[in-house]
């Protein structure tokens, strides 16, 4: 019994320990372009720039931010961003090391 108990508690440990490998190598190659840093200047950048760099940024939320930049001006701080519909404060965090102005 105490084989079976130390044999199962193996295996759970070593799925434990792979699984938050395959979390952080999926959020490594998310963040990453090929160990390129990622900047993107949102008082410049064209939708098609800002949904390719900025994460979890489409196709909707890159017109969004264009749009509201054309009506109100240039971004003055990166918290402004989050003024855009359908720009939250999570989103914004995933992004703020690659945003500048």
Do not use: P
């Not at 009506?71 to 939250?88: P, Q, R, T, Y």
């Amino acid at each position: 019994m105490k084989r079976i108990i130390g044999l199962l508690s193996s295996v759970l440990f070593a799925v434990i320990l792979f699984s938050s490998s395959v979390v952080n190598a999926k959020e490594e190659s998310v963040d990453k372009h090929e160990g390129i840093e990622v900047i993107v200047n949102i008082n410049e950048a064209q939708a098609e720039e800002l949904k390719t760099l900025l994460i979890g940024v489409g196709d909707s939320k890159a017109k969004a931010i264009v749009d509201y930049r054309k009506e109100n001006g240039k971004f003055v701080a990166v918290d402004d961003l989050s003024n855009v519909k359908g720009i939250g404060d999570k989103l914004l965090e995933k992004n703020r090391h690659r945003i500048v102005l």
